[in-house]
C-alpha cells in the first residue's frame, strides 16, 4: 500500500470527523442559548450528538464529493489488482497440476 491510498481515506475521514466537531460545536452552542429545545432531562448530550450526526451526514455528502471519489477510486484500483493477482495464482496452479 503507497502512502498516496492511505491518505485519501485518512484525509477524508479526517474531514468527516471535522465536519461532525464543527455541527456539534454549534447545535451546542443553539441549544445553550434556547435556540434549539434541549433534550429531555439527562438526554441532552444525546440529543446534541444526534441532531450533529444528521446534519453532518448531508453536509459530508455534499462537501466531500471530491475526496469521497479520490478514495473510491484508490479502492477500486486496489481490488481489480488483488482480482489479478488471483487470477494469475490460479493460472499458476492450473498450469502445475496439469
Known sequence: MSAGKSSAAIRYTALRLAIFVGCFVV???????????KGLGEANFAWVVLLALVLSAPLSFVLLRK?????????????DRAKARLEANRSQEDGVTR
Open 67 to 79: 475526496q469521497r471519489d479520490a478514495m473510491s477510486e484508490q479502492i477500486v484500483t486496489k481490488v
Open 27 to 37: 447545535v451546542a452552542g443553539l441549544v445553550q442559548v434556547g435556540a434549539l429545545p
